[in-house]
């Protein structure tokens, strides 16, 4: 038989059997229906079964619709769902809507459409979208945070957090975006620029409401090692909440009541600290700045605060500062030592002051060499040379000279009177926004300005629909005389004043994973039974680039809520898994305006739903970016074309056995998340039923295996049948271990005819494996010379003859 190619063979296989195509849209169209008239993956909260809860990051809205890369996930956590679904678990795999939001609202401004009317529309058009894909979501949960019924407990949140002292105000230099006008919290700027719109972002000072993670730092990096997450995520949240652990130190000021405290990492090196280092912001600068120094110093804090942080810190080479004209003591020697300010130390981590060590930092040896400060060795550099940042023997280090670097910091520490400490690089969650399209702060205000909390019953406070809400820097509800009313019971609190800014909407993404569990209950943000049956939420699939955004701020709120009792857990997604994204055909990110946007409603009518869920899951690990490729959707069609040819069945006996591996491959992938291996898998198996035959009993376990994958073609097949249920009755089937052994045969190897050698394969082992494993024999290697692709004939599971050219 000559060679055939993948895809001549396919054809080949077609035209041999005359293998007929399913008429997709009919079948596609018949079981949704019949899924949703009968309601069938909506979940009880009770159940003799024990509860599952398979969770997808929910859609935002957006007016343009799904694109072919918004599916993967879904899809993946489809599989996962209608698995541990036909396992026998009580699943719930609900979806929702994150529709408040600067897309929703810029999108109103261009189109001059009000987010109340566009983004119900596009609710529709996305549950529409996704129905179509036959995604088994229970859409009885459906929630959407931007109505009031949602919304209240976003305000709620607020409040429990505002009487735990978990939020608070703060007048502080916030990231703000000159090009959307709004405060962005650190996790939404990205290489200085604004994550949505590309703006460099400037700081500002302003007054603003703070959700204090920071309380939460140690758990937030403790728990993370219980988590079942990707390693990669987890390091990123570890980086984010950015633990040190060092000294604080005080010293003296000469001639001044103050002292100046740092934090420090080596205090093994606080003889070789020979100048201190002030942020331009540092509270109490002032005093420390003497007469003849004012004009140069004040020149030099008005250029810095003009400075972004990121240039502040990368800013390398050019290490500017002036001095103060002050003195400090290095409490270890007594030596005096200059006072200068520079605007590479920042403000807000740790005391925003340093103790400089030029002889063993290389940000403060650059600084010293720029200023001409002294330089003093104290850990022995091997080489002599300098900066030296290891550790050694300490030099010039008075009664420590001679002992060993790494063990002297915590008595050093002791000598001065310092004491051992700890800092985070985690910031406090900055969540006021000056825009509209947001849930309100439930918060009035004193004629001293001082809040007064609106009481839960009653909440929510209503975001107005007549609003003038183009961006102007200032909240568009100022402007809102309805929304401005202020009630006589707060007025006789005192009230004079509303709050007007909104909050972040990863506030309302924060918790809306509880919602699902109790999503129309009026009296509570869930109710406690209920949470208790569904959460921890099993498995959570989503995009990697929430590591410290959303996925931060989750984690954070469930360990509030638990902390005040509210929960009986405090992680809320115990495993995680991401899924790679699809690029457009070029390799680029799928965006209109490069045009290169595959639509999947046009992918559906021409190859059917389960060819674009098939072909999601194939195209690569669920984990990687691939790039879309139409080709490839065509040969998923033509495997699934082939199953279908399996109907009415041709009863043979080859491949009863075969299924049992097959049982036992798909199980493990599914459950690792390997799911384009598992779809080869279902390649092969089915190439083998194609020329062997298969019986009712085999076919109806490869319907049942495919069903999460394909589940309308697997409906309608396990429906001709003649099964009563539906497919996802079922249960997912066994394997029997027993008849996992393969088969071996003894393949007789020759080269032109003469025997070189034998090898044992499973009985069956595709045709290219044999080849290769043959060629792979020393003495087969030596007569084929260097032919890479010789050549051959094979007669399966017997001889292999090759072909050498001389
Ligand atoms: C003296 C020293 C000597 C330091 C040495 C390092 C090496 P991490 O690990 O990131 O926490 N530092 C402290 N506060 C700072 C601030 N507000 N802005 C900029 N830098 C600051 O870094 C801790 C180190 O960063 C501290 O240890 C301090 O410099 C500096 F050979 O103290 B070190």
Redesign the pocket.
Known sequence: MLKLTMRQENSYLMEKLKIKKYDHKKIDAKWQKFWLKNKAFEVKNVSKKENFYVLDMFAYPSGEGLHVGHPRGYVGSDVLAHYYHLKGLNVMHPMGFDAFGLPAENAAIKAGLHPMESIPKNIERFTKQLQVLGLAYDWGRAINTSVPEYYKWTQWLFSVLYKNGWAYQKESYVNWCPKDKTVLANEQVVNNCCDRCGATIVQKKKKQWFFKITDFAEELLSGLDKLDWPESTKELQRNWI?K?T?AELTFEVIDHKKTIK??????D??F??TYLVL?PEYEGLKEFISKDKAKEVGKYIKLAKQKTELER?SDEKNKSGVFTGSYAINPANGEKIPIWVAD??????????????P???K??YEFAKKHKLLIVEV?SSPGGKL?Y?GHGKLVNSGKFGGKDSNRVANLITKEVKGKLST?Y?LRDWSISRQRYWGSPIPVFYDENDQPILVDEKDLPIILPKNVEFKPTGESPLVGSREFNKIPEKYKKLGAVKKECDTMDTFVCSSWYFIRYADPHNNKKFADTKKIDKWLPVNIYVGGAEHATGHLLYARFITKALHKLGLLNFDEPFLSLRHQGMILGDDGKKMSKSKGNVVNPDEIIEAWGADALRVYEMFVGPFDQWVAWDTAGIEGVRKFLNRVWSFVPVKSALATDEAIHKLIKKITLDIENTHFNTAISSFMEFTNLAVKKGISKKTLNILIILLSPFAPHLAEEMNYKLGNKKSVFESQWPKYDPKKLQSKKSTVAIQVNGKLRGTIEIDTDLAENRVKELAMKVEAVQRHLADEKNPKYHYVPNKIINFIAKK
Do not use: C
């Open positions: 950015g040190s060092g740092v934090f420090t990492t080596r205090a090196t606080l070789g600290a942020a810190i590479y130390v920042l403000a807000n981590y740790a005391f925003g002051a340093v103790m400089a060590v002889a063993h930092d940000r403060d850990v900066p940042t800092k690089k």
